[in-house]
Antibody, heavy 112, light 110 residues
C-alpha cells in the first residue's frame, strides 16, 4: 500500500516561496505521475501540477508561472515550490498519486 | 469557477438512492476516464470510483458510476448517515493539459 507524507513549513510570509516535500513509501516511485493538489479552506480541489518519475512536468496553466515540481527518485520523494505567495495561496496541500493514493494533507497559511 | 459542473448539494433519506451529476465537455469527460472522490470534513479525499465505474478494494457496491458523452454520474444506494460527505468528480482535460475537478457536492442524508 503506497503511503504519502507531506512535510514543510506551515506558515509562509507573503511574497515568499512555499516549499513542500512528499515522501513516498510502500511502493515504487517509478512509472507513475505524482501530483500536488490544494484545497483552500471551505473550497474545492485545485490541481497544481504533476511530475513523471522521469522528471517531465505539467502544471496548471493558472499557476504555471509560479510553480516548480521536482523529483528525487533515489530518496523516493518529490517536492513543490510555489513562488510569490499571497493569502489566496492559503490551503491544505496534498501530494497525490492520482487517482488512488493521497497524503493526509498539510495546511499552509500565508500570513505576515 | 470549476471546469466540471456538479450540483452544490443533494439530499435523500436513509435507505434511499441518490445520484450526483458531473457535467463537462468533449475535452475532458468526453475524452477521458472519470474518477469520484469522497471527502469527510478535515480529512483527505478518498477514491470511490476510477475509470468511470471501477471500485477500489473496500468500496461497497452501493457506490456506482456511469458516463455518457460529456457527463458522468455517481450513484449511491441504501444511503446511510455515514455517507454524509462532500463528493468530487475529476478527470484530465486535454485542451487545458490539466487535471480538472468539479466544485464538489455536499450530500445530506436526512
Amino acid at each position: 500500500q503506497v503511503q504519502l507524507q507531506e512535510s514543510g513549513p506551515r506558515l509562509v510570509k507573503p511574497s515568499e516561496t512555499l516549499s513542500l516535500t512528499c515522501i513516498v513509501s510502500g511502493g515504487s516511485i517509478s512509472n507513475y505521475y505524482w501530483s500536488w493538489i490544494r484545497q483552500p479552506p471551505g473550497k474545492g480541489l485545485e490541481w497544481i501540477g504533476h511530475i513523471y518519475y522521469s522528471g517531465s512536468t505539467t502544471y496548471n496553466p493558472s499557476l504555471k508561472s509560479r510553480v516548480t515540481i521536482s523529483i528525487d527518485t533515489s530518496k523516493t520523494q518529490f517536492s513543490l515550490k510555489l513562488r510569490s505567495v499571497t493569502a489566496a495561496d492559503t490551503a491544505v496541500y496534498y501530494c497525490v498519486q492520482l487517482p488512488h493514493y493521497w497524503g493526509q494533507g498539510t495546511l499552509v497559511t500565508v500570513s505576515s | 469557477q470549476s471546469v466540471l459542473t456538479q450540483p452544490p448539494s443533494v439530499s435523500a433519506a436513509p435507505g434511499q438512492k441518490v445520484t450526483i451529476s458531473c457535467s463537462g465537455s468533449s475535452s475532458n469527460i468526453g475524452n477521458d476516464y472519470v474518477s469520484w472522490y469522497q471527502q469527510f470534513p478535515g480529512t483527505a479525499p478518498k477514491l470511490l470510483l476510477y475509470d468511470n465505474n471501477k471500485r477500489p478494494s473496500g468500496i461497497p457496491d452501493r457506490f456506482s458510476g456511469s458516463k455518457s458523452g460529456t457527463s458522468a454520474t455517481l450513484g449511491i444506494t441504501g444511503l446511510q448517515t455515514g455517507d454524509e460527505a462532500d463528493y468530487y468528480c475529476g478527470t484530465w482535460d486535454s485542451s487545458l493539459s490539466a487535471v480538472v475537478f468539479g466544485g464538489g457536492t455536499k450530500l445530506t442524508v436526512l
